[in-house]
């Protein structure tokens, strides 16, 4: 299976260290050889690399390890396939433009006979299950909230019940980001932590590497990480329920809901 990585913080913050030990585990410490990418978002703008080659082979990844991208709102992704050819276009993230904004989607799993009829607002590029679901996640906002933005309250309510429709298919663990704010869903394995003053010192897992955070930040910065697994050695991270939605902004986490439906032991989510 892939794995995912999310940043959700209040400040503009680098995501270098974390996607160091990340992308190791594509092709080195780990199996997910195809292909990763990842999206900044910088105001309204995103920053989005893409590359079929492994994470832990790939130049590009290396550009990305080095360049202090700063964003409040990130989510990566190392793949290995399970429906669709190894391909750039079938790489994650997924990105389209709904309300004047751009929505960046990537999900970890597998998703059997899910075939929803896509009225051809949002399409497909390539072949995966994630980037069906993913548009048709988009779909169904439109078609519920038309023209008008609804508030976070309304709209992660929407994206609970789109959830619960599709969880009964599969695998579902999913990153989900506007720009503002970041959704995650824990279909079987999900884990976050939250990093805020006084900062520790963290090692990573997958990499001889350690930073002491507090020569990095400021005491009223704070940062949520979530990883498929954890990232580092000597912190205590959060395993969220299988099958829950969380919402996170500003490095907060505002609301969580339970995604499971129905008699527990026969639907992965």
Excluded at 41 to 60: C, I, N, T, W, Y
Excluded at 115 to 133: C, Q, Y
Excluded at 163 to 169: A, E, F, S
Excluded at 197 to 223: G, I, M, Q, Y
Aim: glycine share 8%; with cysteine; net charge negative.
């Amino acid at each position: 299976m892939c794995q995912l990585l999310g940043m959700n913080c209040n400040v503009p913050t680098d995501i270098c260290f974390s996607f160091t030990g990340f992308k190791a585990r594509g092709g080195r410490t780990d199996i997910h050889q195809d292909g990763w990418g990842i999206a900044f978002f910088e105001g309204k703008g995103v920053r989005q690399f893409l590359d079929p080659l492994p994470s832990a082979h790939s130049p590009v990844a290396e550009l990305v390890r080095n360049y202090p991208i700063k964003s409040t709102n990130v989510i990566a992704h190392i793949r290995k396939a399970t429906q669709g050819i190894v391909s750039l276009e079938n790489t994650h993230p997924f990105m389209r433009e709904l309300w004047g904004s751009y929505w960046v989607f990537a999900h970890n799993g597998n998703i059997l006979n899910f075939d929803p009829i896509l009225d051809g607002t949002f399409r497909p590029v390539g072949s995966t299950d994630s980037e069906k679901a993913f548009c048709w996640i988009m779909q169904g906002l439109q078609k519920k909230f038309g023209d008008v933005f609804p508030s976070k309250e309304d709209l992660f309510s929407a994206i609970h019940q789109l959830t619960l429709d599709i969880c009964p298919h599969g695998e579902f663990n999913f990153l989900l980001t506007n720009g503002d704010f970041l959704i995650a869903h824990s279909s079987t394995n999900l884990t976050y932590i939250v990093r805020k003053a006084p900062f520790p010192t963290a090692e990573l897992k997958d990499e001889d590497l350690k930073v002491d955070f507090n020569s990095l930040t400021t005491p009223l910065d704070r940062v949520a990480i979530i990883a498929t697994v954890p990232l580092t050695n000597n912190e205590q991270w959060t395993a969220m329920k299988p099958g829950s939605l969380w919402l996170f902004r500003d490095g907060h986490v505002l609301d969580s809901k339970d995604t499971i439906s129905g008699p527990k032991e026969k639907i992965l989510c």
